[in-house]
T-cell receptor, first 111, second 116 residues
Framework: DAKTTQPPSMDCAEGRAANLPCNHS???????VYWYRQIHSQGPQYIIHGLKNNETNEMASLIITEDRKSSTLILPHATLRDTAVYYCIVTGSSNTGKLIFGQGTTLQVKP | DAGVIQSPRHEVTEMGQEVTLRCKPISGHNSLFWYRQTMMRGLELLIYFNNNVPIDDSGMPEDRFSAKMPNASFSTLKIQPSEPRDSAVYFC??????????????FGPGTRLTVL
């Protein structure tokens, strides 16, 4: 399964866009990129996922580079409630449903 | 929908005691996952089920851990005997497996286990 690399922490000003990068240079053609987040003391929460094309939903946008070796999660207008650990996960090529969580990026949204 | 329900939310026990954690997945979901989270090791997948059948238990740390899913609406994770190093937050998650792909996983609030 492809491994992901994320910065351990980031800060963002409230109301500004938060751009969280993820490197997955060993990703294979049929592996998806998933993003989850975990707000303190809660269970992880699904945000968005994609294969090749950019994706957008009510929570965020996912930008995947053309070579698929990296992606960026964008929270367009970060609020204090977006302070959390954000996990970038690449699913296995065998599509087993297993999610392997790394250390993630701790995003601190500041007023 | 009530979401994934876990019980108890907190459990404090003494070393050597049996501990049973419970999970009720979202109605209609056919995949269920058990995770453990500690500061040292992060969030780890222990075991998961498809249609009540265990598919992958390679993450179960040792024979003291066992998990069952007797029906589509209930699963248990048992630790016998418990040890202080089992102290962690245990999460249950469920999703819909469509035969060729998985949808997103929905996590419960977790059970915080402390073994003294």
């Amino acid at each position: 399964d492809a491994k992901t690399t994320q910065p351990p922490s980031m800060d963002c000003a409230e109301g500004r866009a938060a751009n969280l990068p993820c490197n997955h240079s060993t990703i294979s053609g049929n592996e998806y990129v998933y993003w989850y987040r975990q707000i303190h003391s809660q269970g992880p929460q699904y945000i968005i996922h994609g294969l090749k094309n950019n994706e957008t939903n009510e929570m965020a946008s996912l930008i995947i580079t053309e070579d698929r070796k990296s992606s960026t999660l964008i929270l367009p207008h970060a609020t204090l409630r977006d302070t959390a650990v954000y996990y970038c996960i690449v699913t296995g090529s065998s599509n087993t449903g297993k999610l392997i969580f790394g250390q993630g990026t701790t995003l601190q949204v500041k007023p | 929908d009530a979401g994934v329900i876990q019980s108890p939310r907190h459990e404090v026990t003494e070393m050597g005691q049996e501990v049973t954690l419970r999970c009720k997945p979202i109605s209609g979901h056919n995949s269920l996952f058990w995770y453990r989270q500690t500061m040292m090791r992060g969030l780890e997948l222990l075991i998961y089920f498809n249609n009540n059948v265990p598919i992958d238990d390679s993450g179960m740390p040792e024979d003291r851990f066992s998990a069952k899913m007797p029906n589509a609406s209930f699963s248990t994770l048992k630790i016998q005997p418990s040890e202080p190093r089992d102290s962690a937050v245990y999460f249950c998650a469920s999703s819909l497996y469509a035969g060729s792909s998985y949808n997103e996983q929905f996590f419960g609030p977790g059970t915080r286990l402390t073994v003294l």
